[in-house]
């Protein structure tokens, strides 16, 4: 009888349970690299969801590779009125969105929607198609001319648009959903930091 050599079987086991490990850990996808980067401090943790907080690592760890400023993720869902748009974008640099203030277009933009009057048509163009007299109404407006003279400047910046299967009521153009609900997010960010980590207070006192 030939005499079993545990040792050896032990090691093969052993030899099996990290082969296993390495292609449990190959088959999840984008798993940050463990080694400490040297200009970007990776922020751990940052939510309870530990998918979204690898995701924060994961940028951290490309934002290192390619030497730049910064990457942003988002997705999004939007339904009303019978409507939905959703959105996914992935590592979308923050150069090419620095560069927006830089050619003009965030300041257009910025002056197109941010008067109070308009703001409020895009409300209520949001929760629902509507007709210019229900535009008075909603927004408080004295005339019909007032909504015209006030929806202009989103009609010509392609933003509202009438809709197609109503004549006569105005809707948010399908895919400026997005850019409208994530503009009002930048804005909820800039007046709740809850959700934000960062170094800015070691960099002021350096």
């Not at 400490?36 to 907080?53: F, I, N, T």
């Not at 009125?81 to 933009?109: C, M, Y």
């Amino acid at each position: 009888m030939t005499e079993r050599d545990y040792g050896k079987e032990i090691d093969a086991l052993r030899e099996q349970l990290e082969n296993l490990q390495d292609m449990v850990a190959a088959s999840l996808p984008n798993k940050p690299s463990a080694k400490k980067l040297k200009e970007v401090q990776v922020m751990q943790g940052m939510h309870p969801d530990s998918r979204l907080s690898d995701l924060m690592e994961e940028l951290c760890h490309k934002t290192e590779e390619r030497n730049g400023s910064g990457l942003v993720s988002y997705l999004g869902i939007y339904q009303s009125g019978g409507r939905q748009s959703n959105w996914i974008r992935s590592t979308v640099p923050t150069e090419d969105l620095l560069s927006l203030i830089e050619s003009g277009i965030a300041s257009k933009v910025l002056a197109c929607i941010g008067n109070p009057n308009r703001l409020a048509i895009l409300l209520e163009i949001l929760r629902g198609p509507k007709s210019v007299t229900a535009l008075v109404e909603k927004c408080g407006f004295g005339s019909t001319g007032q909504v015209y003279h006030h929806m202009k400047p989103l009609l010509a910046a392609d933003i509202v648009v009438e809709d197609e299967h109503q004549k006569g009521f105005y809707v948010i153009q399908p895919h400026k959903v997005q850019g409208v609900i994530m503009l009002l997010t930048g804005i909820s960010d800039m007046v709740d930091e809850t959700f934000t980590k960062g170094t800015w207070n070691d960099a002021e006192e350096n």
